[in-house]
């Protein structure tokens, strides 16, 4: 079992550290992960520059780019095999709702997922990294048991493990991703120079929490886990749409 | 009908010039992109610093930031009105298939229709503005159209137009996103200090061309139009990965 | 007379665009300026990526690159003749004393001093372009001298324009750089995630504004004309330093 | 003693860990290190975004900006007491001549001396951290020199240490800063997706290598000292440029 462990805060954050630690004897583990923060990255990739790679004195590889960077070199001819499985966090913060999307940590497993390796994504809900030893427990119990009984398909899973310890945990869920409202306002300020700056605002508040929800699961001390897809065709849509470009269609 | 538009190209490219000229007299016309070129950003936002927004001597404002930093500022304070419509572009290349998860100018598009506004992503199918005229005479017609029939619930569609004269175009077509073979190899090249650098490879060949997808419709010089879909959860695989994780749920 | 000119507020600030349009007639102009606004930048040079150029609609051409990047590329290869002279500017704000030591601007002049061509800078002492159009006529009346008048030897002149209009300008008055008092303090503020964050302070209050330095020219509505070097050795303590230094030299 | 150390190679840089290493003991040591490789990075200061600062396992500082930043923020309000010296490096390769003024580890040096604190950069000639323990127990003495021989003005050092083993460095020698010829030819190069791309060259072979300058001291494995100033006024050209500037003086 080949792993490969990247992240979206860096690879000198305590919780890729503390995942990279839990996993210690599942596998031959290679960590290729950013040099600085990366958080709302989502799948963002380096186009108009090269990258560097560079190795810490722990073994972690580092690169001046994005998690979906990591694991595309990663993949594509940095290393000279093909991981067996990739796993991205433990973020610091949680990744549920809508955002998944802008999720940097969350874009590093789908990295690993759109090029046929399953992949898993964990982060940690509340930042600051109470609790993260028993998050590192969870997500070895995940790969532990991939291990036993791997997934047969293509699959990308989103997990969030609630901050309490262990003896709180009240056991996992499969879940889907719920809702936020849109975020709070832009946040004015100035530079001290006097120009004006525009902080990107908070998330904003859950609106769909359903039972079956990532948000419910969390409330209640469950690690949720979500299966992700990334085939962004609106399906559901599809007839509508057509009648509606009906007229289109006829006068090009 | 208040219009806002932005781009991933940055907000002096030739497309979205193009494009709010071929806007003109739709409505109210609001321009707000990126300051450089953000190719490839995705839906990446930016936490980690405040956001500089400045105005052209052609009145568009400009972000250092990416296009959904912009998208998201507009719509959250920078402007006193909220738009009725999102539409970004038009883009310098294709966004086909799996591209569409990197495109910056369907994220722009995504944080419209995130917010509950009706969003279009517009892309030349080729890079090199070849046909732009066409192209933007096709957004044109594509954006009366809504104004005519506007759709009827919160829709985000992806467009893409092929780089042809006008006379070549087949018509339009509503399509799924096919998909591609992963990317080529990562390219290693070195500084001319001697540091090996690794530059991400171009995409990779198209895999999945069926007839209804959105590469198929380009082949034949379809305009092409995929309804997207933001929501994440992969539903059809709830069961197996609720069946999976069964043992997981009883061992917190 | 082939003329290279710069700036640090980016190929599309309003100062560029007047000093260029001011020295129309007086030679070749081309023109090889920062895509974004480089202020601050001093003499950094970008090591760790290629740089990328590429030409706007008036003809500028624009790096994603500093200051000295552009003047430095321009040079070495991108240009395909030597110009006779660098001039960079109309800076958005003063460059007096201390504060030449941090100046893109004066980067980008420093850039071709080191090639061997006479270059100046060129700022209006206060920010926001008020009486921009006195200072580019002052701008055009120094470009004229040197060319009626060619400065005899590698020559690096600081020039700046107080902003005022034609009739309260009081002449030109060659200086020696001035002196601050150190940076006000650095400003702590917080990002609105909760992250502690710091701002560089404003400069400092003047320290030494003797008769014969710029800030006394600027005060009295002088053009102040600097002459810079580049040599970096303190020669007047090359003795002192080298007695002290004296148990050093014998225990190697 | 309380000794501030920074350097532009970033904080997990072999040569920062050897030379805070190395001054153990001589004082109350804090590290404020830029959180990547900032080489070339000059005085540049970031004044367009708020600047973080986060601790390492190890006690190090490290700052998302250049070096002139780390310093200058440290001076102004990040720490709360005042160094009673600033050291920076050990620098990845030489900073000889004209490198100086593109340093980053002069540049940290620098921001200290501005704010009248004595300084002193170290840099290790050969890139590749060979002798590196040689280089740092050069530092240690120099500042243990320092601190039992005071020097007794506003005095900013930049010291290249040869890479050699002890048993052949040759002594140390007070030196003035040599010259190097022009740069080496931008480097055109191209973007895997076919956009043209220019590296900046290597630096030029030496020109200027006279018996007391810094170039000839390393040749002859000596280490070199060099006294630097700040005052980039050319005074020696004060005269000539007055008498040039003449005519724009009686006619404003």
């Known amino acids: 079992?080949?792993?490969?462990?990247?992240?979206?805060?860096?690879?000198?954050?305590?919780?890729?550290?503390?995942?990279?630690?839990?996993?210690?004897?599942l596998g031959d583990i290679t960590v290729?992960?950013?040099?600085?923060?990366?958080?709302?990255?989502?799948?963002?990739?380096?186009?108009?520059?090269?990258?560097?790679v560079r190795?810490?004195?722990?073994?972690?590889?580092?690169?001046?780019?994005?998690?979906?960077?990591?694991?595309?070199?990663?993949?594509?001819?940095?290393?000279?095999?093909r991981p067996d499985l990739v796993v991205s966090g433990i973020n610091n913060g949680a990744n549920l709702g809508d955002d998944t999307l802008y999720s940097g940590t969350v874009a590093a497993a789908?990295?690993?997922?759109?090029?046929?390796?399953?992949?898993?994504?964990?982060s940690l809900v509340e930042r600051g990294w109470k609790h993260l030893d028993n998050a590192a427990r969870v997500a070895r119990q995940v790969v532990e048991h991939h291990i036993a009984?791997?997934?047969?398909?293509?699959?990308?899973?989103?997990?969030?493990?609630?901050?309490?310890?262990?003896?709180?945990?009240?056991?996992?869920?499969?879940?889907?991703?719920g809702k936020r409202h849109p975020s709070e306002p832009v946040i004015k300020s100035a530079t001290p120079y006097g120009e004006p700056v525009y902080w990107i605002g908070p998330v904003g508040n859950v609106f769909d929490a359903g039972a079956n929800t990532d948000f419910?699961?969390?409330e209640e001390n469950y690690v949720s886990v979500?299966?992700?897809?990334?085939?962004?065709?609106?399906?559901?849509?599809?007839?509508?749409?057509?009648?509606?470009?009906?007229?289109?269609c006829e006068n090009p």
């Open 226 to 248: 979500t299966p992700l897809r990334l085939d962004l065709t609106y399906h559901e849509q599809l007839d509508a749409v057509t009648r509606w470009a009906g007229p289109l």
């Open 55 to 81: 190795q810490a004195s722990n073994g972690f590889f580092y690169v001046n780019g994005t998690p979906s960077d990591c694991v595309h070199i990663a993949l594509t001819g940095l290393l000279d095999f």
């Open 110 to 122: 789908t990295e690993g997922y759109l090029f046929g390796i399953p992949s898993i994504a964990f």
């Open 1 to 25: 079992m080949r792993i490969l462990v990247s992240n979206d805060d860096g690879y000198n954050a305590a919780g890729i550290e503390a995942l990279t630690e839990a996993l210690r004897g």
């Open 149 to 177: 009984q791997p997934l047969d398909s293509k699959v990308l899973l989103n997990v969030n493990i609630p901050a309490v310890p262990s003896s709180q945990l009240a056991g996992t869920r499969v879940t889907r991703l």
């Open 32 to 52: 290729v992960a950013p040099e600085t923060n990366c958080s709302g990255s989502s799948n963002s990739l380096t186009l108009n520059r090269p990258l560097s």
């Open 216 to 218: 419910a699961a969390i």
